[in-house]
């Protein structure tokens, strides 16, 4: 405990001014934090950079600058924090899962503050970047690059020339609610959630994505509801391409299901067994994690970095500029 910490406690047993009593305890918390444990971008070595924060340290000031974080943040209880800063506490929490009390010691803040510094960064990238989990219009969901996807899920097998991407749905799982709790009961998983839909392309990326809905809706509902069928319709132009999905979706001229039954042939057998193994990339994605990896695609969707998410299919990196 520091010198003036004890001074400050001890003023306030002799006065009983309660006053005091604060003062000591935010002059401890100062001295927790001392200034020489704060968190400096320069003194991170390159070579560790990327292990913490998923980003070459190069690059960082070029993601804050197309980001839109401002030189300053300022937080609802009014401390400031350089935008710098914020950035890195964004990175390094979405990197691994972590605590904000794991956290404490790497950047030098107390726990409070790195809350308020991640969750208004979360708001801030949200905020400014939410049409990028939508929206079809986007340079890497080109015509060209549609082309490219169908081409890698050939070269692993894909019985359908030109499928470009995998939709599917999850139930993010919640605690019962107190009220209404039958709104967000899904009778299939036999728990409470809300649930998402996601369209992912061969690599790696979510090119679509919907929710929350209350859980007890079904995916074909979700579908209707988006309306992704008719925007991709669209984006397409009349090409013929097409999603994969499993068998609670209906059969769409832009999206592909399973064939069923109990007297299907070999062939069918084996269509269903191929695409079965091939779709599998669209649960890793929601298995990794649901909000944090949103955030990360909007993220990477604004900066054209050269970042290869494509080793599962071998499709051409489409963020190598």
Same mark, same amino acid.
């Given at each position: ?8 406690i ?14 000591a ?6 001295n ?10 320069? %003194? ?35 401390? %400031? ?29 107390s ?20 049409? @990028?989990?939508?929206? @079809? ?53 036999r ?35 988006s309306?992704?069928?008719?925007k ?7 090409? %013929? ?50 909000? %944090? ?29």
């Amino acid at each position: 405990m520091s010198t003036l910490s004890s001074s400050l406690i001890k003023l306030g047993v002799l006065t009983g001014d309660c006053d005091a009593f604060l003062l000591a305890a935010a002059a401890k918390r100062i001295n927790k934090f001392n200034k020489s444990t704060f968190f400096c971008f320069d %003194e991170i070595e390159v070579s560790r950079f990327k292990l913490d924060f998923r980003f070459e340290k190069a690059d960082i000031l070029r993601l804050k600058s197309e980001l839109r974080v401002p030189d300053v943040l300022k937080m609802p209880n009014r401390t %400031e924090f350089s935008g710098l800063i914020c950035l890195c506490v964004m990175l390094r929490r979405l990197a691994y899962p972590n605590r904000l009390s794991d956290l404490e010691k790497y950047f030098g803040f107390s726990p409070q503050d790195l809350s308020y510094i991640f969750n208004s960064m979360i708001n801030h990238v949200y905020g400014n970047f939410y049409h @990028l989990l939508t929206s @079809l219009q986007l340079w890497w969901l080109s015509l060209e690059h549609l082309k490219e996807f169908s081409g890698a899920l050939v070269r692993k097998g894909c019985p359908i020339p030109s499928c470009i991407g995998f939709i599917d749905g999850t139930l993010h799982k919640t605690c019962r609610p107190t009220r209404s709790q039958q709104e967000v009961y899904s009778g299939h998983k036999r728990s409470h959630g809300l649930k998402y839909q996601s369209v992912v392309t061969p690599n790696g990326m979510v090119a679509n994505l919907y929710g929350p809905i209350p859980g007890r809706r079904h995916d074909s509902y979700m579908l209707h509801e988006s309306g992704l069928l008719d925007k991709l319709a669209v984006h397409l132009g009349g090409q %013929e391409m097409y999603l994969y999905g499993d068998s609670g979706y209906p059969l769409h001229r832009s999206l592909i299901t399973p064939h069923i039954g109990n007297q299907l042939s070999d062939q069918q057998k084996l269509f269903n067994l191929t695409m079965s193994k091939l779709r599998v990339c669209v649960e890793w994605e929601f298995v990794v994690g649901r909000w %944090e990896r949103k955030i990360r695609h909007m993220v990477v969707s604004v900066v054209k970095g050269q970042y290869d998410t494509s080793s599962y299919f071998g499709a051409k990196g489409t963020y190598a500029t």
